[in-house]
C-alpha cells in the first residue's frame, strides 16, 4: 500500500521559512517523480514544485528564487525549503507522486498517488 505523509507545517510570519517533509512507502520496486501541490481556501489545488527521481525540477514562477525542492531516494523522502514566505503562500500543501523514472506531476490529473496534507499559514 503507497502512503504519502507530509510533515513540518505550521505557522510562521511573513518573511520566515518553512521546511516541508514527505515520506513516501510502498512504492520501493518503482521510480517515481514526486512534487507539491497546495490548495488555499475557495481555490483549486495548485503545483508548486516538483522534482524527478533523478533529480530534475520544475517550479511555479510565484515560488522561483524562494522555493527549494529536493530529494534523498535512499530514505524515499522529499523536502520543500520554503523561504521569505509571504501570506499568499497560506494553504494547505499536498505530497504528490506519478511513477516513472523521467515523470514528474505538474499536473493534479497526472498524480497517482496524494498525501493527506499539510497546513502552512503564514501571517502579515
Known amino acids: 500500500q503507497v502512503q504519502l505523509v507530509e510533515s513540518g507545517g505550521g505557522s510562521v510570519q511573513a518573511g520566515g521559512s518553512l521546511r516541508l517533509a514527505c515520506a513516501a512507502s510502498?512504492?520501493?520496486?518503482?521510480?517515481?517523480?514526486m512534487g507539491w501541490f497546495r490548495q488555499a481556501p475557495g481555490k483549486d489545488r495548485d503545483f508548486v514544485a516538483a522534482i524527478s527521481w533523478s533529480g530534475g525540477r520544475a517550479y511555479v514562477d510565484s515560488v522561483k528564487g524562494r522555493f527549494t525542492i529536493s530529494r534523498d531516494n535512499d530514505k524515499s523522502t522529499m523536502y520543500l525549503q520554503m523561504n521569505s514566505l509571504t501570506p499568499e503562500d497560506t494553504a494547505v500543501y499536498y505530497c504528490a507522486a506519478r511513477l516513472g523514472i523521467s515523470n514528474i506531476p505538474t499536473m493534479t490529473s497526472a498524480v497517482n498517488y496524494w498525501g493527506k496534507g499539510t497546513l502552512v499559514t503564514v501571517s502579515s
Open positions: 510502498g512504492l520501493t520496486s518503482s521510480a517515481y517523480g
